[in-house]
């Protein structure tokens, strides 16, 4: 049984124009499902999914509030054997030139507001 991952693999650089964060691939007998995680100077930063389809392929957005930087990497764990891993063979770096807003704006209610629960509720 075999993961190996065929991006990122080194050198990549997440969030910038035309660079889609997609984590790619190939496995044989690695079971059906898969953990990914993202590694920040071989150290575990955080888990991109902890269940996904072993199916070769992963896309995500990178976030506003993503900690720009370098020395990622990611690695794959077959949730059958924990056994069937791999990791990235290089570092690749995070920016969000082209990130996706994160945030949740409340622009109604925004304070000020006098409601009669009875309107509202039974």
């Known amino acids: 049984a075999k993961l190996a991952i065929f991006s990122p693999n080194g050198g990549e650089n997440w969030g910038a124009s035309g660079q889609d964060p997609t984590i790619t691939w190939t496995q044989t007998g690695a079971g059906s499902s898969v953990r990914i995680e993202l590694l920040k100077g071989g150290k575990r930063l955080l888990y991109l999914t902890i269940l996904t389809a ?4 992963y896309s995500l957005s990178i976030p506003c509030s993503a900690t720009t930087g370098s020395n990622y990497t990611v690695k794959i764990i077959s949730l059958s054997d924990s056994s069937i ?10 920016t969000n030139d ?4 994160d945030t949740i704006t ?17």
């Open 85 to 94: 891993f791999d990791n990235s063979d290089g570092t690749f770096s995070i």
């Open 98 to 101: 082209e990130c996706v807003d």
């Open 106 to 122: 409340v622009s109604n209610p925004n304070g000020g507001e006098s409601w009669n629960d009875s309107q509202y509720f039974d």
């Open 54 to 57: 072993n199916d070769g392929v």
